[in-house]
């Protein structure tokens, strides 16, 4: 069976960070756009980021210009994040979506989330949790604040001990 830990992405930097390296940990992978109107999502993303890493919880950010709202490359998005909102999670090169170009991991996340949202992504900021076992994933909604999903981390975290909250 197919797991998130399947997969690779390619980081701002052009290196390769095997998404098997967080095995067991929870993730939250966000498709970001630093000129989108959510775009004050990424402090919100870096708090939860910060307060939770230490128990397991691993934020990965995956620019895309789908929607005409990012800059040229993803290592210019990720240095954006870094010197307007603080971002210090991994970021990744642009990519696709949608479409016949869709990232493989997004690809995979939306067969894998509840269909209540479609199995396309509408706009920035739609957000998936993956629980510590690698296959169970929740979706959403761009709208849908980083802040107001705390309850929905701390129960994937739960699933590998105790949470340990800063």
């Given at each position: 069976m197919t797991t998130i830990y399947d997969f690779t992405m390619t980081l701002a930097d052009g290196s390769?960070?095997?998404?098997?390296?967080?095995?067991?940990?929870?993730?939250?992978?966000?498709?970001?756009?630093?000129?989108c109107g959510f775009a004050p999502q990424f402090s919100e993303l870096e708090d939860l980021y910060q307060r939770y890493h230490d128990a397991g919880l691993?934020?990965?950010?995956?620019?895309?210009?789908?929607?005409?709202?990012?800059?040229?490359?993803?290592?210019a998005a990720a240095e954006a994040c870094r010197t307007t909102y603080g971002v210090s999670f991994p970021m990744s090169q642009l990519i696709a979506v949608n479409g016949p170009k869709t990232d493989p991991i997004f690809h995979y996340l939306k067969l894998q989330?509840?269909?209540?949202l479609g199995h396309s992504i509408k706009w920035n900021f739609t957000k998936f949790l993956v629980h510590p076992d690698g296959t169970?994933?929740?979706?959403?909604?761009?709208?849908?604040?980083?802040?107001?999903?705390?309850?929905?981390?701390?129960?994937?975290?739960?699933?590998?001990?105790?949470?340990?909250?800063?």
């Amino acid at each position: 069976m197919t797991t998130i830990y399947d997969f690779t992405m390619t980081l701002a930097d052009g290196s390769q960070q095997p998404l098997a390296a967080y095995r067991g940990k929870t993730l939250l992978v966000v498709n970001t756009a630093t000129k989108c109107g959510f775009a004050p999502q990424f402090s919100e993303l870096e708090d939860l980021y910060q307060r939770y890493h230490d128990a397991g919880l691993v934020v990965l950010g995956f620019p895309s210009n789908q929607f005409k709202q990012e800059l040229s490359s993803g290592e210019a998005a990720a240095e954006a994040c870094r010197t307007t909102y603080g971002v210090s999670f991994p970021m990744s090169q642009l990519i696709a979506v949608n479409g016949p170009k869709t990232d493989p991991i997004f690809h995979y996340l939306k067969l894998q989330a509840p269909t209540s949202l479609g199995h396309s992504i509408k706009w920035n900021f739609t957000k998936f949790l993956v629980h510590p076992d690698g296959t169970t994933v929740e979706r959403f909604a761009p709208k849908t604040s980083p802040k107001k999903m705390v309850s929905e981390i701390e129960v994937a975290l739960a699933k590998v001990g105790p949470a340990i909250i800063k």
